[in-house]
C-alpha cells in the first residue's frame, strides 16, 4: 500500500506564483525524498529530508518535515512553466513508499 | 485511483539463479514503465524505461544482459534479475505510465526487496 500521500493532487498556478504541495505518511520513516516526473521520463531526484531535520533548501525548492504531524511540504517559489510536472515524495523506512504524487501545471 | 501491482514483495534467492519482478497495471493501460533500484539510505536510480512492444531503453551503467525488461502487454512488465549475486541485493520499483490516468503522470507498485544469498 502507497505510504506517502500528496496534496493536493492537482494544482494550476500561474508563471511566477509560488506552489505548495503536502505530503503526509503513516508510519515511521528514516528519510522523506521529493522527485518530479515529467511524462514519459524518469524520476528526477529533487531533495532529501532526514528524519531529523525540519526544514531544508535547494534553489528555489523548499521543503519542510513535521514528524510529529508524519507530514512534509514542498514549496516551489517563482514557478516558471518549466515546473509542470508531477511531484512525489517517497517515505524511505523500511522500504520505500510513494504517494500518487501532485500534478503541478505552471501555466506562462 | 490507477493501481499498479508489483510482486513479489520480497524474495530470497541463492547467487547464481535468476529472479523475475512482475509489475501489472490493474486498471490502466501502461504504455511506459520504470524500473528503478534503490540502494539502503539513498535516493532511486533509473535503470531502464520500457515501451509496451518495444526493447527497453537502459541508462548508463545498467547492464541490458543481466537485467532483463520485457513488457510484451499494456498491463504487465517483467524484470529478470540474471545469475543475481549478492550485490544484487536491493530494492527495485516499478512505475507505470498510461493511458487513462488522470492527474498525475505516473504510478508506482509496492516495491520488491531482493536479497541474494
Known amino acids: 500500500s502507497q505510504q506517502g500521500e500528496e496534496d493536493p493532487q492537482a494544482l494550476s498556478i500561474q508563471e511566477g506564483e509560488n506552489a505548495t504541495m503536502n505530503c503526509s505518511y503513516k508510519?515511521?520513516?528514516?528519510?522523506l525524498q521529493w522527485y518530479r516526473q515529467n511524462s514519459g521520463r524518469g524520476l528526477v531526484h529533487l531533495i532529501l529530508?532526514?528524519?531529523?531535520?525540519r526544514e531544508k533548501h535547494s534553489g528555489r525548492l523548499r521543503v519542510t518535515l513535521d514528524t510529529s504531524k508524519k507530514s512534509s511540504s514542498l514549496l516551489i517559489t517563482a514557478s516558471r512553466a518549466a515546473d509542470t510536472a508531477s511531484y512525489f515524495c517517497?517515505?524511505?523506512?523500511?522500504?520505500?513508499?510513494f504517494g500518487a504524487g501532485t500534478r503541478l501545471t505552471v501555466k506562462p | 485511483g490507477a493501481v499498479v501491482s508489483q510482486h513479489p514483495s520480497r524474495v530470497i534467492c541463492k547467487s547464481g539463479t535468476s529472479v523475475k519482478i512482475e509489475c501489472r497495471s490493474l486498471?490502466?493501460?501502461?504504455?511506459?514503465m520504470f524500473w528503478y533500484r534503490q540502494f539502503p539510505k539513498q535516493s532511486l536510480m533509473l535503470m531502464a524505461t520500457?515501451?509496451?512492444?518495444?526493447?527497453?531503453?537502459?541508462e548508463q551503467g545498467v547492464e541490458k544482459d543481466k537485467f532483463l525488461i520485457n513488457h510484451a502487454s499494456l498491463t504487465l512488465s517483467t524484470l529478470t534479475v540474471t545469475s543475481a549475486h549478492p550485490e544484487d541485493s536491493s530494492f527495485y520499483i516499478c512505475?507505470?505510465?498510461?493511458?487513462?490516468?488522470?492527474?498525475?503522470?505516473?504510478?508506482f507498485g509496492q516495491g520488491t526487496r531482493l536479497t541474494v544469498v
Open positions: 512505475s507505470a505510465e498510461g493511458r487513462g490516468v488522470m492527474n498525475t503522470e505516473a504510478f
Open positions: 508510519t515511521s520513516i528514516n528519510n
Open positions: 529530508i532526514r528524519s531529523n531535520e
Open positions: 517517497a517515505t524511505d523506512g523500511n522500504d520505500m513508499r
Open positions: 486498471d490502466f493501460q501502461a504504455t511506459t
Open positions: 520500457s515501451n509496451e512492444g518495444s526493447k527497453a531503453t537502459y
